[in-house]
Protein backbone atom coordinates (compact mmCIF):
# COMPACT_ATOMS: atom_id res chain seq x y z
CA UNK A 1 0.00 0.00 0.00
CA UNK A 2 3.11 2.27 0.70
CA UNK A 3 4.46 1.57 -2.52
CA UNK A 4 1.66 1.90 -4.26
CA UNK A 5 1.03 5.53 -2.38
CA UNK A 6 4.50 6.52 -3.72
CA UNK A 7 4.37 5.30 -6.87
CA UNK A 8 0.96 7.07 -7.55
CA UNK A 9 2.67 10.53 -6.56
CA UNK A 10 5.85 9.74 -8.57
CA UNK A 11 3.24 9.99 -11.54
CA UNK A 12 1.51 12.68 -9.79
CA UNK A 13 4.81 14.40 -9.85
CA UNK A 14 5.83 14.18 -13.48
CA UNK A 15 2.50 14.84 -15.15
CA UNK A 16 2.47 18.66 -16.20
CA UNK A 17 -0.29 18.61 -17.87
CA UNK A 18 -2.99 21.56 -17.13
CA UNK A 19 0.15 23.24 -15.21
CA UNK A 20 0.08 26.46 -17.34
CA UNK A 21 -3.72 27.06 -16.61
CA UNK A 22 -3.64 26.70 -13.12
CA UNK A 23 -0.51 28.93 -13.05
CA UNK A 24 -2.43 31.40 -15.23
CA UNK A 25 -5.45 31.50 -12.79
CA UNK A 26 -3.17 31.93 -10.02
CA UNK A 27 -1.36 34.81 -11.96
CA UNK A 28 -4.63 36.74 -13.53
CA UNK A 29 -5.61 38.45 -10.51
CA UNK A 30 -2.21 39.89 -10.26
CA UNK A 31 -2.14 40.98 -13.55
CA UNK A 32 -5.72 42.77 -13.58
CA UNK A 33 -4.00 44.73 -10.23
CA UNK A 34 -1.28 45.39 -12.34
CA UNK A 35 -3.20 46.74 -14.82
CA UNK A 36 -5.43 49.02 -12.92
CA UNK A 37 -2.42 49.63 -10.68
CA UNK A 38 -0.43 51.02 -13.19
CA UNK A 39 -3.49 53.22 -15.41
CA UNK A 40 -3.86 54.83 -11.44
CA UNK A 41 -0.32 56.09 -10.71
CA UNK A 42 0.17 57.60 -14.79
CA UNK A 43 -3.47 59.40 -13.81
CA UNK A 44 -2.32 60.92 -10.84
CA UNK A 45 0.92 61.41 -12.58
CA UNK A 46 -0.66 62.96 -15.28
CA UNK A 47 -3.08 65.40 -13.09
CA UNK A 48 -0.71 66.50 -11.11
CA UNK A 49 1.43 67.28 -13.56
CA UNK A 50 -0.83 69.89 -15.47
CA UNK A 51 -1.37 70.94 -12.58
CA UNK A 52 1.60 72.38 -12.35
CA UNK A 53 1.86 73.57 -15.59
CA UNK A 54 -1.68 75.15 -15.46
CA UNK A 55 -0.48 76.77 -12.21
CA UNK A 56 3.28 78.28 -13.86
CA UNK A 57 0.94 79.09 -16.83
CA UNK A 58 -2.07 81.38 -14.67
CA UNK A 59 1.42 83.02 -12.85
CA UNK A 60 2.80 83.48 -16.48
CA UNK A 61 -0.36 85.02 -17.49
CA UNK A 62 -1.00 87.28 -14.43
CA UNK A 63 2.61 88.36 -14.49
CA UNK A 64 2.63 90.07 -18.23
CA UNK A 65 -0.92 92.29 -17.35
CA UNK A 66 -1.03 95.16 -15.85
CA UNK A 67 -4.43 95.42 -14.33
CA UNK A 68 -6.84 92.50 -13.76
CA UNK A 69 -10.54 92.38 -12.19
CA UNK A 70 -12.59 89.86 -10.67
CA UNK A 71 -14.31 88.24 -13.40
CA UNK A 72 -10.43 88.03 -15.39
CA UNK A 73 -9.67 86.01 -12.28
CA UNK A 74 -12.71 83.71 -13.15
CA UNK A 75 -11.76 83.10 -16.28
CA UNK A 76 -8.49 81.90 -15.12
CA UNK A 77 -9.90 79.60 -13.46
CA UNK A 78 -12.26 78.30 -16.13
CA UNK A 79 -8.87 77.97 -18.12
CA UNK A 80 -7.58 75.86 -15.19
CA UNK A 81 -10.19 73.57 -15.28
CA UNK A 82 -10.17 73.48 -18.99
CA UNK A 83 -6.56 72.16 -18.77
CA UNK A 84 -6.82 69.85 -16.23
CA UNK A 85 -9.85 68.49 -17.18
CA UNK A 86 -11.38 68.26 -13.72
CA UNK A 87 -14.84 70.76 -12.80
CA UNK A 88 -15.30 70.41 -9.55
CA UNK A 89 -13.91 71.79 -6.37
CA UNK A 90 -10.74 73.58 -8.73
CA UNK A 91 -9.94 77.01 -7.39
CA UNK A 92 -7.29 79.61 -7.47
CA UNK A 93 -6.51 82.23 -5.56
CA UNK A 94 -4.17 85.03 -6.66
CA UNK A 95 -2.84 87.65 -4.21
CA UNK A 96 -0.29 90.54 -4.17
CA UNK A 97 2.47 90.87 -2.11
CA UNK A 98 4.39 93.87 -0.97
CA UNK A 99 7.09 93.76 1.21
CA UNK A 100 8.25 96.62 3.33
CA UNK A 101 11.33 96.66 4.87
CA UNK A 102 9.79 98.10 8.22
CA UNK A 103 6.03 96.01 7.89
CA UNK A 104 7.56 92.81 6.25
CA UNK A 105 5.27 91.07 4.31
CA UNK A 106 1.57 92.30 3.42
CA UNK A 107 -1.05 91.94 1.53
CA UNK A 108 -2.20 94.51 -0.91
CA UNK A 109 -5.52 92.77 -2.47
CA UNK A 110 -6.63 89.25 -2.48
CA UNK A 111 -9.35 87.61 -4.47
CA UNK A 112 -9.97 83.81 -4.63
CA UNK A 113 -12.73 81.29 -6.63
CA UNK A 114 -14.86 78.82 -5.22
CA UNK A 115 -15.53 78.51 -1.35
CA UNK A 116 -11.99 79.31 -0.66
CA UNK A 117 -11.24 82.86 1.25
CA UNK A 118 -8.77 85.54 0.50
CA UNK A 119 -5.15 85.07 1.80
CA UNK A 120 -4.58 87.57 4.63
CA UNK A 121 -1.69 89.52 5.65
CA UNK A 122 -1.92 87.63 9.42
CA UNK A 123 -1.91 83.71 6.66
CA UNK A 124 1.28 84.66 5.12
CA UNK A 125 2.82 84.22 8.65
CA UNK A 126 0.85 81.34 10.37
CA UNK A 127 1.23 79.28 6.99
CA UNK A 128 4.78 79.96 7.04
CA UNK A 129 4.87 80.79 3.26
CA UNK A 130 7.51 83.57 3.59
CA UNK A 131 9.56 81.04 4.60
CA UNK A 132 8.75 78.58 1.53
CA UNK A 133 7.84 80.32 -0.79
CA UNK A 134 8.40 84.00 -0.85
CA UNK A 135 11.48 85.62 -2.22
CA UNK A 136 13.72 87.94 -0.70
CA UNK A 137 12.58 90.98 -1.87
CA UNK A 138 13.50 94.90 -2.03
CA UNK A 139 11.41 97.12 0.61
CA UNK A 140 8.69 98.45 -1.53
CA UNK A 141 8.53 95.09 -3.85
CA UNK A 142 5.42 93.48 -4.69
CA UNK A 143 5.11 89.97 -6.24
CA UNK A 144 2.16 87.98 -7.59
CA UNK A 145 1.65 84.72 -5.31
CA UNK A 146 -1.15 82.63 -7.40
CA UNK A 147 -2.63 79.24 -5.91
CA UNK A 148 -3.90 76.58 -7.82
CA UNK A 149 -6.01 73.72 -5.72
CA UNK A 150 -6.98 70.48 -7.70
CA UNK A 151 -8.10 67.87 -6.37
CA UNK A 152 -7.55 63.96 -7.41
CA UNK A 153 -9.94 61.21 -7.11
CA UNK A 154 -8.00 57.53 -8.43
CA UNK A 155 -9.73 55.48 -10.84
CA UNK A 156 -9.55 52.48 -8.54
CA UNK A 157 -8.22 51.24 -5.33
CA UNK A 158 -4.98 50.31 -5.64
CA UNK A 159 -3.68 52.11 -2.59
CA UNK A 160 -3.51 55.32 -3.58
CA UNK A 161 -5.89 58.24 -1.25
CA UNK A 162 -8.10 61.11 -2.98
CA UNK A 163 -5.96 64.16 -2.70
CA UNK A 164 -5.63 67.69 -3.57
CA UNK A 165 -2.67 68.98 -5.66
CA UNK A 166 -1.98 72.45 -4.16
CA UNK A 167 0.79 74.57 -6.14
CA UNK A 168 2.03 77.83 -5.28
CA UNK A 169 3.48 80.45 -7.98
CA UNK A 170 5.38 83.59 -7.21
CA UNK A 171 6.03 85.67 -10.05
CA UNK A 172 6.84 89.32 -10.38
CA UNK A 173 5.13 91.92 -12.47
CA UNK A 174 7.01 92.52 -15.79
CA UNK A 175 5.25 95.65 -16.95
CA UNK A 176 4.68 97.38 -13.79
CA UNK A 177 5.82 97.70 -10.72
CA UNK A 178 2.34 96.30 -9.32
CA UNK A 179 -0.20 94.11 -10.50
CA UNK A 180 -3.37 96.29 -10.06
CA UNK A 181 -7.29 94.96 -9.27
CA UNK A 182 -9.80 97.22 -10.80
CA UNK A 183 -12.13 95.66 -8.33
CA UNK A 184 -10.19 96.53 -4.97
Known amino acids: MFKDFITRLRIFRAEHSGSVSVEFMLVLPMLFWWYAASFSFFDA ?5 TSVKASYMIGDILSRQIQVDNDYLDGMETMLKFMTRIE ?3 WIRVSSVKYTSD ?5 EWSYSTGTASSLTTAEIYTREL ?10 GETVIL ?9 SYDV ?10 VVTRPRFTSQLANADF
Open 159 to 168: GLLARTWSNV
Open 130 to 139: DENYLPLMAS
Open 45 to 49: FRTHN
Open 88 to 90: TDV
Open 146 to 154: SETYVPYFP
Open 103 to 107: QGYSI
